[in-house]
């Protein structure tokens, strides 16, 4: 087999073909959020790559829990497939709002008044607690972060908890805001606050990627 620079052309392909595959993927999600079902031969048309790799990403999708298949049977003849979105790919569709979240927050900056910005910050906060707060359960501080933990990992952002120490230690794999906290570490602010109201305890971030930290992490304020 040739190679280019040691690399096998294989894995050269492979490589060039990957951001178009994610783009594909994304092509797929879109169709059916907007279309509601579709067959392979719908998506073939719609992202202009092959069926085989079109069942190739409609098998990653479903793995990934993101689409499903429905199966249609009409007389002897063979079934007809059809894939539509499940509820977590409805979410996953719909969250490409990266844009906008930064827009609102370069207006919500721009409000001169410390008070009125406060305000609305916290505002802001209080209506992220009140879609999670009845979510997260727990008689012990750790084991509210646990329930939490799993209500992020619907989202698709990983959390965990460390309790071996004395007090429990909620760290943020991932941002869940990349995009706006590398412009305004502000948001880091906001998160804190959201996470103190949701835990029913103060936290503070003990650790944060933006100082080169592997992960956030957020630590009872009495430790």
Known sequence: MGEVSGKPLVDLKIDAM???????????????????????????????????????????????????????????????????????????????????AIVLWDEIRAVQDPGVRRGLLKRIAERFVERYRGRVYGETLGQRMASLVGLMEEKEVPFEVDESGDLPVLSALVCPYPDLAQLDRGVCTVEKLMLSEVLGESVRLSACRLDGAPCCTFTPSTS
């Open 18 to 100: 990957s951001g178009q595959a994610e783009t594909s993927d994304q092509v797929i999600l879109d169709y059916l959020r907007r279309d509601g079902t579709a067959r392979i031969s719908d998506l073939v048309a719609e992202t202009g790559v092959t069926a085989t790799a079109v069942r190739q990403r409609i098998g990653r999708l479903m793995s990934d829990g993101l689409i499903e298949r429905h199966t249609e049977r009409h007389g002897r003849g063979r079934p007809n497939h059809r894939y539509v979105l499940t509820e977590k790919g409805e979410r996953h569709a719909g969250d490409n709002f990266s844009d906008l």
